[in-house]
Nanobody, 127 residues
């Protein structure tokens, strides 16, 4: 099995910055895309960002464009989400996921396109 472990969540002030990480271990694939999703209380899980295996292609939800940056370090099997100028509405449990394809061409924002998920890390933004 593939195991994904998120870390770096916590409490941050509005306007501040936070970086969450996700490390993959176990039976990881040679090449795979990764994504970040989040779920706020009372809301459905939503797409945040995704990155291809090579890192050349990235996508962001409109709500986080210009503020969040996704990146990865394949040598460490780790994906990062740098969150800048955070807002109270960014408060959510953040989940990372693996898509068993090295590319992100379409349907990258759909939950069912991802094969493995972490347990999430809580990010709380205070105002």
């Amino acid at each position: 099995q593939v195991q994904l472990v998120e870390s770096g969540g916590g409490l941050v002030q509005a306007g501040g910055s936070l970086r969450v990480s996700c490390a993959a271990s176990g039976r990881t694939f040679t090449q795979y895309a990764m994504g970040w999703f989040r779920q706020a209380p009372g809301k459905e899980r939503e797409f945040v960002a995704a990155i291809s295996w090579g890192g050349s292609t990235t996508y962001y939800a409109d709500s986080v464009k210009g503020r969040f940056t996704i990146s990865r370090d394949n040598a460490k099997n780790t994906v990062y989400l740098q969150m800048n100028i955070v807002k109270p509405e960014d408060t959510a449990v953040y989940y990372c996921a693996i898509r068993r394809s090295p590319w992100l061409i379409q349907k990258y924002e759909q939950i069912h396109e991802y094969d493995y998920w972490g347990q999430g890390t809580q990010v709380t933004v205070s105002s």
